[in-house]
């Protein structure tokens, strides 16, 4: 009871801090900054903050945090319109909205799926607000009860995704989600400080590859490579009127999955470290488990969209959890909040116990900008649904330019190396190859996204359970065996049972034609090849940095099993089974009037540009060269969209405060910005 008496009258204090024209104003502008940032691929919620922060020195703490909350509140939201009408995920957080709510776009229905994830979003929000509100005095014992065993399960727990997502073969997406992990692990070891397929004297796979250029290269090379040889609209005949109504129908007549996805995300969203990069795809899985008739995902079924989407933003209200009870950040763009807070006013203003004890009023004023953030969002990104999803009926072929433009640009900030922009097209080819043979990409990414805390958390899980076994075996037993771990086991197992009994009736990749064997066996051999030297490597690394080697050996060692499996399957399997997909047998890429390489040339052509001249000098060639023999388009318009996309590209770099990639030409000479 005391806990209520103190908390009503801080409540109160709240609405009355909040309910001001100038902070509401302030809320308002966040939001618009957080939707400007959000429909931008890649760029997310730590590029938003970071523009804002050295805005953040003495201003009133409410107005700064009603401007942060504005835009850490709406950016998954926003980044939908990426996922949606692109194919892009706009950030970690929606890239499961990209299997289903792109095929909904290509089919013209891209205000239906919009609006969807809009009213789920705002749902979510509510959600995780409301979560917030209940639990924000009475939420530290349970983060606390989660010890390393519980944090790793959780991670497991994501895992076990795989199993829903693999598709027809499921020893592919098993093998996939392996590639992706093996991915992850390359660089500098977290424990020992080992190199794995990497060294010094290439100090840029020394930090491993960026989520964010995996997440691009992945999902959006792909997908921009194979509508641009197919040289048409991306939606041909859309209809956009009204449709966002059929999606606030849609989620009301689902409205069960997204109580319990918004759940979701507010449970995964309390564990730090984690957030947006697995929610997506748990909520995902979860809405494919609870789905009768399955075969409709990755088609453009209505609950792929409404699963993730209700769940991405329930998160942020779960990561506030942690990082105002305890200091602790629950994502990347929180761990700038933090810093962010301790700018305000006087500098006073402490996350944490502290903050419960002396700022209970300031707290709960974050949760209801939150809320209120959610719904201010909600309403402009459906009011401007339907004039952005006309996007969606031009001609490709006058996207793709500016989409390649982008997402470089975007890969780019992730390292500021020219490195960045090598490693988008090498997993951009990986990414095309994934889906050609109808291997999951979401399984890989999810391997990618998980490697290290899986890493991270097993060593130093190991190394207590260690030295509780020394003391004795009870005491090991009840620190491997709490009862969340038990639970989470459960879960974990029920979702892999479900998960491979459900796997044949989802396609990864659509409904992919089998063709013959040489091209599917060659990317298979491929894979187990990198996989083999991976293992090899791994396992040159001496055997007193023992914890660096366990994990790549173990999943390359797994993986490994598996190419096998498949390779002696599909020596004994005929032309027709289905472990033989090839997207270049039969469909839109089979039929598309460009080819592959051709097409996938023009982003070389970008790239190589960029390596002696400079970005912005190489677009310049890139756009003219693109708008005039790839797209016909006379001089005239070549010129204006040209131009427009340079200076749109400048104003975004200067308002971010953002640098172009530098080329052999700018070491040489001394230009002026935007082209040094």
Known sequence: MDMFATALPALGEAWGLILQPIVLGY??????MGLAVGVFPGLGGIAGLSLLLPFMFGMDPILGLALMIGMVAVVPTSDTFASVLMGIPGS???QATVL???PLAKKGQAARALSAAFTSSLFGGLVGALFLTLFILIARPIVLAFGLPEMLMITVLGLSMVAVLAGRVALKGLAAAGLGMMIGTIGEADAGGSLRMATYDIPYLTDGLALVIVGLGIFAVPEIVSLLRQDRAIAGEAKLGAGWMDGVRDWAANKWLSIRCSLIGVMVGIIPGLGGSVVDWIAYGHAVQTTKDKSNFGKGEIRGVIGPESSNNAKEGGGLVPTLLFGIPGSGSMAIFIGAIALLGSGDIEVGPAMLRDNLNITYSIVWLLALA?????????????GIAKLTTIRFTYLAPFLFMLIAFAAFQSGQNFEDLL???????IGIFLRRFD???PAFLIGFVLSEPVEKFSNQAFQIASFRFRKSFEEGMDYIFSPIVILLIIVTVVSVVLGLRQAKSIMAEGDVASGSKRAPVVFLLVIAGYL??????ANQIPDFNLTDKIVPLFIGGVSLLCCLILLVQMMLRPETDPIFADKEVAGEDADAPYGLWSTLAWFAALIAGTFFVGFILAL????????RVRAGAGWGKTLLLTTCGILFICLMAGSLNRDFPPGLLQEAVSLPWPLK
């Open 374 to 386: 959610n719904v201010v969002g909600t309403v402009l990104c459906i009011a401007a649904s339907g």
């Open 620 to 627: 310049v060639a890139f756009l003219v060269a693109f708008l």
């Open 27 to 32: 809320l308002v502008l966040g939001v618009v």
């Open 532 to 537: 083999m030297i991976a293992v090899i490597n």
């Open 92 to 94: 970690s957080a929606s």
């Open 439 to 441: 291997w999951s990409r």
């Open 100 to 102: 289903d709510g792109f």
């Open 423 to 429: 490693a988008l097209f090498v997993i951009g080819l």
